[in-house]
Antibody
Framework: EVQLVESGGGLVQPGGSLRLSCSSS????????MHWVRQAPGAGLVWVAR????????NYADSVKGRFTISRDNAKNTLYLQMDSLRAEDTAVYYC??????????WGKGTTVTVSS | QSALTQPRSVSGSPGQSITISCTGA?????????VSWYQQHPGKAPKLMIY???KRPSGVPDRFSGSKSGNTASLTISGLQAGDEADYYC??????????FGGGTKMTVL
């Protein structure tokens, strides 16, 4: 069974940057499309970004476009989310998620990002 | 990328059936059969329960079923059990390689 482990969350000031990482145990990681999904405190799930297996195509929610960058290193079985120009409304638990042909079948436990001065 | 609309809460007694609706638009739910449902217990990560409107992943009980009509998808849970009490989220592919979630429904077993 595939396991995903996120890291890199923490407290950052507004306007700051943070890079999240997600380590995958999947033997087929280079073929897996991957997502980041976030959940603000007491709120619902929000899709953030997706990347194809080879990293050639990336898509973003309008709310993060131009500020966040999804990437991957298939040699390290690791997914990343570079978050720049952070705002208070980016405060959330960020989940790394494996795609299953338009659904999301494996979720990490999440890493918490808090944007506050 | 407007969120799909779900009721904030639903409830039912053990053994009963409940249905959670998920209303989108002709650009997402209405256009694609790529609606999925997720169960989330407090403090836990979401779990995939239904994909492609009606399909169940291996290990998900057949008490969980999905359907769609027009711009509205639905999740039905029959034979309610205490362990089914959780938040439920729908999600739809919205075209142009983007996804949209519903606001979530808190399901309570009375």
């Amino acid at each position: 069974e595939v396991q995903l482990v996120e890291s890199g969350g923490g407290l950052v000031q507004p306007g700051g940057s943070l890079r999240l990482s997600c380590s995958s145990s999947s033997f087929t990681f280079s073929k897996d499309w991957m997502h980041w999904v976030r959940q603000a405190p007491g709120a619902g799930l929000v899709w953030v970004a997706r990347i194809t297996g080879d990293g050639s195509r990336r898509n973003y929610a309008d709310s993060v476009k131009g500020r966040f960058t999804i990437s991957r290193d298939n040699a390290k079985n690791t997914l990343y989310l570079q978050m720049d120009s952070l705002r208070a409304e980016d405060t959330a638990v960020y989940y790394c998620v494996k795609d299953a042909y338009y659904a999301m079948d494996v979720w990490g436990k999440g890493t918490t990002v808090t944007v506050s001065s | 990328q407007s969120a799909l609309t779900q009721p904030r809460s639903v409830s039912g007694s053990p053994g009963q059936s409940i249905t959670i609706s998920c209303t989108g638009a002709s650009s997402d739910v209405g256009s694609f059969d790529h609606v999925s449902w997720y169960q989330q217990h407090p403090g836990k990560a979401p779990k995939l329960m239904i994909y492609d409107v009606t399909k169940r992943p291996s290990g998900v009980p057949d008490r969980f079923s999905g359907s769609k009509s027009g711009n509205t998808a639905s999740l039905t849970i029959s034979g309610l059990q205490a362990g089914d009490e959780a938040d439920y989220y729908c999600c739809s592919w919205a075209g142009s390689n983007t996804w949209v979630f519903g606001g979530g429904t808190k399901m309570t077993v009375l």
